[in-house]
């Protein structure tokens, strides 16, 4: 079974521009986590995503934001980006969510210069 | 306000001793703790997890004790191995468990010596 994937796996952008992350969960995955790590703060969590629907949020500004799609593949966008915003995004996906074990994809590497 | 506390950032463990990673937290609702493992250029994979009604889950070189009187959570690795070199990271969670917002702790950076 193909594990979760992100894509892209690493990305520059500036300041002020906007960006968007995606992940594919494990086939027959229904939820999908975003978490994001820094050196500073370790890993956080951003959001959970469940059946389209966001079912849990973390405390981040309302420049983060996400989305899933009826196949469960989901997207973060981050508008008007920071330079605090450089670190790296993980996703992870689960059967259903709860206590289920959550799959990690690779991450996405965000560079804001 | 870091609710899952890593204190040590790195340790250094002859290979075939025991590795001992610690996590401590203050949240008093979290009732359900993980432990992953990362390697570079990785995602986290998970290790092993426990319930706080439990004190001790063993899975094979893999045991994690659980103190709640002292909210502290520790990771033993018997005997360590080179492959168990990578960041070690303590999750917890309240009631939901699981993707309800893990909280991590900073990890710690395990190095088994040859």
């Known amino acids: 079974k193909a594990g979760v994937t992100q894509t892209p796996r690493y990305l520059i952008k500036t300041r002020g521009q906007q960006v968007t992350l995606s992940c594919s969960p494990i086939?027959?995955?229904?939820?999908v986590s975003w978490y994001q790590q820094t050196p500073g703060q370790g890993l956080q969590f951003l959001f959970e995503?469940?059946?389209?629907?966001?079912?849990n949020k973390g405390n981040f500004p309302g420049r983060f934001s996400g989305r899933q799609f009826s196949n469960s593949r989901s997207e973060m966008n981050v508008s008007t980006l920071e330079l605090g915003d450089s670190a790296l995004y993980l996703c992870?996906?689960?059967?259903?969510?709860?206590?289920?074990?959550?799959?990690f994809g690779p991450g996405t590497r965000l560079t804001v210069l | 306000d870091q609710q899952v506390k890593q204190n040590s950032p790195s340790l250094s463990v002859q290979e075939g001793r025991i590795s001992i990673l610690n996590c401590d937290y203050t949240?008093?609702?979290?009732?359900?703790f993980l432990w992953y493992k990362k390697y570079p250029a990785e995602g986290p994979t998970f290790l092993i997890s426990?319930?706080?009604?439990?004190d001790k889950n063993e899975d094979g070189r893999f045991t994690v004790f659980l103190n709640k009187s002292a909210k502290h959570l520790s990771l033993h690795i018997v005997p360590s191995q080179p492959g168990d070199s990578a960041v070690y990271f303590c999750?917890?969670?309240?009631?939901?468990?699981?993707?309800?917002?893990?909280?991590f702790g900073k990890g710690t950076h395990l190095i088994i010596q040859p």
């Open positions: 426990i319930s706080s009604i439990k």
């Open positions: 992870a996906s689960t059967l259903e969510g709860g206590r289920d074990t959550q799959y």
């Open positions: 949240n008093s609702m979290f009732d359900y």
């Open positions: 086939s027959g995955h229904r939820s």
């Open positions: 995503y469940f059946s389209e629907t966001q079912r």
């Open positions: 999750a917890a969670s309240d009631s939901g468990g699981g993707a309800d917002g893990l909280t």
